[in-house]
């Protein structure tokens, strides 16, 4: 069976991140490499730090990918959940990029103001060097080419 | 969070750790020590990583700087790059048009909306209406905090379109901007400004009739003071106990230091003296040059008086700050008309810069010195944060004895919700810290 492009939804991948914060800038080398490389369809917006509003502006029917990198896993390994799934979970994972509210209350607020739920994923990746400096940490570095993949594959899964 | 109070039974001693203080900008934690009633140590721990921007911009243009600057904060990047620009400006001579000063100052009205809209409605907010985050207080409270981004989205597109994005914006030069701006795109602003201005008429009311804890402070609180209007970028650095000074003569009277258990510098006066910025110290010191729309919703409060004395009011004090900006950001949008120029031309030389002004959370000084080509050879950021440190420890020290006999959730509760009436920014405060290398053999 042929898929057109007009019977996917429509993806917004959310870059997370500071390209000058080390592994903070993870998601923004991994998504570059991904330029020409995605369906049609899908769309990559540079939002830094990730703030309500992105999530109020992605169109009705549209589903999101965040990524970004995150605390509480081990440096380099890629975690893929539900967005809904991180509102009420109790663990040690913390992605990094929502800043002074934590990232499940700017989903989870997102969520309650658009009034229906928020379909779509995080890739986050782990990471252990959030100082100044565009260098990646080691394990981050070698684990790039993966989140690009988990990323592509997460934009995939979510138009079909 | 883990946060812990432990009692040591009739002897009033007490540990109060807070590990993860939550709902302030960037990684801090508290650590009170309390004997016999009276507290020994109270440490305003803050371990986010030092950033060495102030290295960072040595041997850049002051172009470069302005842009790098930005890149300290993701919440008052304008406050960074509007304290370089005119400091550089100030030490080579140069004047800009009036139009671009007009419209620095409606750059930075954005950002005070964006940032108080953010505190007062989704990091404070909730510590006052009793629930422990912006998201269990949206279930029940959903049209205040939509009035919140509401406000917050409008600060956001005033940023945005003078700065170029909304988030570390890119626009300002030195000398004015990178282009100039048509009168219709500052117009285009102005139905999203007067329907914020209603908005933060409507939060003054809502937060003025709060229940708030009581607490006094005498101590001294200082602020940028303009003859004509409510400090932004000019006016002279003064205090409550009679400091004026011009605003790059901060050094003369204020110092920083190193704490051992900060990755932050403290700032202090040079007489070893804590002291207060913020909205409430501008309010104090400045409320004769709020805008008229503001001075009104002040006098309507009945508060004036315990803002000066109470930092939980803070909250009061930024109410009446998003009036007083979104009420001038809705004249200059009115008055616009475009410079004659994007900019001021100027030449690169040797010069010493330096500058103050009122970042959304206090005042924040700029020093650099310029080399023959014009290059950054010595720069010194001082944000507000860093300042604001020691009041915050000294404050907390008088507060915590009064609820250390209250329940554990409830004393926690009172010791965070003073914290975050300062609104701290740490990340900010550690963009700093000098590196030593010491190498051995």
């Known amino acids: 069976m042929t898929v057109h492009a007009t019977d996917r939804h429509p993806v917004e991948v959310l870059v997370c991140g500071s390209p000058d914060r080390g592994d903070d800038g993870a998601p923004a080398v991994a998504t570059a490499s991904l330029a020409g490389h995605l369906p049609s369809g899908v769309q990559v917006r540079v939002v830094g730090q990730l703030d309500i509003d992105d999530l109020l502006s992605v169109p009705p029917g549209a589903r999101v990918i965040v990524v970004d990198a995150a605390t509480g896993i081990p440096p380099g390994r890629i975690v893929e959940l539900p967005l809904d799934g991180l509102v009420d979970r109790d663990d040690r994972l913390r992605p990094r990029s929502s800043h002074a509210l934590g990232f499940p209350e700017v989903i989870g607020l997102a969520t309650l103001i658009r009034g229906r739920p928020l379909a779509g994923r995080i890739v986050a990746i782990g990471g252990s060097r959030f100082g100044l400096g565009a260098s990646l940490s080691d394990r981050v570095a070698r684990a790039i080419p993966a989140l690009a993949k988990a990323v592509a594959d997460a934009a995939e899964r979510a138009g079909a | ?441």
Request: hydrophobic content about 45%.
């Open chain 2, 1 to 441: 969070m883990h946060d812990t109070i432990t009692a040591g039974g009739s002897t009033g001693d007490f540990t109060v750790d807070i590990a993860g203080l939550t709902r302030v900008e960037g990684e801090g934690s508290l650590r009170l020590q309390v004997r016999d009633g009276v507290v020994e140590k109270a440490h305003l721990e803050i371990f986010e990583a030092p950033r060495y921007f102030e290295q960072l911009v040595v041997g850049r243009t002051p172009d470069e700087v302005i842009d790098i600057v930005a890149r300290i904060c993701g919440i008052c990047p304008v406050a960074y790059q509007m304290t370089a620009v005119h400091a550089f400006e100030h030490g080579l001579g140069i004047e800009v048009d009036p139009a671009t000063r007009a419209l620095r100052r409606l750059l930075y009205c954005g950002e005070w909306i964006e940032s108080h809209a953010l505190h007062v409605y989704l990091l404070h907010l909730p510590d006052f209406l009793g629930y422990p985050s912006a998201l269990d207080m949206a279930r029940d409270h959903r049209a205040a905090v939509e009035q919140g981004l509401a406000l917050k989205k409008a600060g956001n597109r005033i940023v945005e379109l003078i700065g170029g994005r909304a988030i570390h914006p890119v626009s300002v030069r030195v000398g004015g901007f990178s282009r100039t701006f048509r009168r219709t795109e500052i117009r285009a602003l102005r139905e999203q400004v007067a329907a914020a201005l209603g908005i933060a008429q409507r939060t003054v009311e809502l937060v003025a009739g709060l229940e708030t804890p009581s607490f006094h402070r005498d101590g001294r609180l200082v602020a940028l003071r303009h003859p004509r209007e409510y400090p932004m970028n000019e006016g002279r650095i003064v205090s409550t106990d009679g400091l004026d000074l011009a605003p790059s003569d901060w050094r003369s009277e204020f110092a920083e230091q190193q704490v051992p258990w900060s990755n932050a510098l403290q700032a202090r006066g040079r007489d070893g003296r804590a002291y207060l910025l913020g909205p409430a110290a501008r309010i104090t010191l400045a409320a004769d040059q709020l805008h008229p729309l503001a001075a009104a919703a002040l006098a309507g409060t009945g508060l004036a008086g315990e803002i000066a004395v109470n930092p939980y009011r803070g909250i009061v004090a930024r109410a009446i700050e998003l009036v007083d900006a979104t009420a001038e950001a809705l004249e200059i949008i009115d008055a616009y008309e475009p410079p004659r120029a994007a900019r001021t031309d100027w030449r690169p030389g040797p010069a010493s810069a330096a500058w103050a002004t009122e970042a959304p959370r206090g005042l924040i000084f700029h020093a650099y010195e310029l080399d023959d080509r014009g290059h950054v050879a010595h720069a010194q950021i001082v944000p507000p944060t860093s300042q604001n440190q020691a009041a915050i420890e000294a404050d907390l020290a008088a507060f915590a004895p009064s609820v250390l006999g209250l329940p554990h959730a409830e004393a926690t509760l009172r010791i965070e919700q003073l914290i975050r009436s300062y609104d701290p920014c740490i990340s900010c405060a550690t963009h700093f810290l000098d590196l030593h290398v010491e190498v051995v053999s």
